[in-house]
């Protein structure tokens, strides 16, 4: 029985495709195997779909799903679990990454072998990518924000001497929330109309 790569426990955002439909999800646990992820949405056992973090994408199969999480096994394992936390490609050379990539560099010089032309520096984010991204990360700092209140509840002093700045943390997260959403929507105008927050209403549309 093959054992399985130890996996790394972290909370990224990303998202997923699948059966055309495009969701935000976290990453809760990661190695360069497979990843669990947690969100509103996800797909059944089977299923294909493409997991994307900044400029990280890779195909995976759903291997179980059920209490808002799933597991999900990657096509190749071609992407560290660096390079997933980072969003980033590193540079490589023949499959060597870091250190290894030096040495792999160095050997071939010594042999005289070829080195491959260096990769052209990759282009920008197109506008609509950036505001991808963009909105992906509002709705990670939200989530980070929840996970600090969700810890700093668990104290009954913290309750009790900072109340006042707890609602003010759950109210930077409902903030948030609303404003990834709005940047995220077909028609942000009706999306602004939406808003459940008044008085972020009305300064939106002062």
């Known amino acids: 029985m093959t054992e399985r790569p130890p996996r790394k426990n972290l909370l990224l955002s990303a998202t997923i495709e699948a059966d055309g439909l495009k969701v935000a999800v976290r990453i809760r646990n990661l190695s360069e195997g497979g990843a669990m992820l947690d969100?509103?949405?996800?797909?059944?056992?089977?299923?294909?779909?493409?997991?994307?973090?900044?400029?990280?994408?890779?195909?995976?199969?759903?291997?179980?799903?059920?209490?808002?999480?799933?597991?999900?096994?990657?096509?190749?394992?071609?992407?560290?679990?660096?390079?997933?936390?980072?969003?980033?490609?590193?540079?490589?050379?023949?499959?060597?990454?870091?250190?290894?990539?030096?040495?792999?560099?160095?050997?071939?010089v010594r042999s005289g072998a070829a080195l491959p032309a260096e990769p052209e520096a990759p282009a920008g984010p197109s506008l609509a990518d950036l505001g991808t991204r963009l909105v992906e990360e509002i709705h990670h700092v939200r989530e980070l924000l929840d996970s600090l209140g969700e810890q700093l509840i668990d104290d009954p002093h913290v309750i009790a001497t900072h109340m006042a700045s707890l609602q003010n943390l759950d109210r930077a997260s409902q903030i948030l929330d609303h404003l990834g959403n709005i940047l995220g929507a077909d028609d942000p105008a009706a999306a602004v109309d939406a808003v459940a927050m008044q008085e972020l209403r009305a300064r939106l549309m002062r």
Do not use: Y
């Open 39 to 108: 969100g509103s949405v996800l797909p059944r056992p089977c299923t294909k779909l493409v997991l994307r973090r900044a400029e990280i994408e890779m195909g995976a199969r759903v291997v179980w799903q059920g209490a808002g999480r799933c597991g999900v096994a990657f096509d190749t394992s071609a992407v560290t679990v660096e390079e997933w936390v980072s969003g980033n490609r590193s540079a490589s050379f023949n499959g060597f990454h870091g250190q290894a990539r030096v040495d792999a560099i160095q050997d071939a």
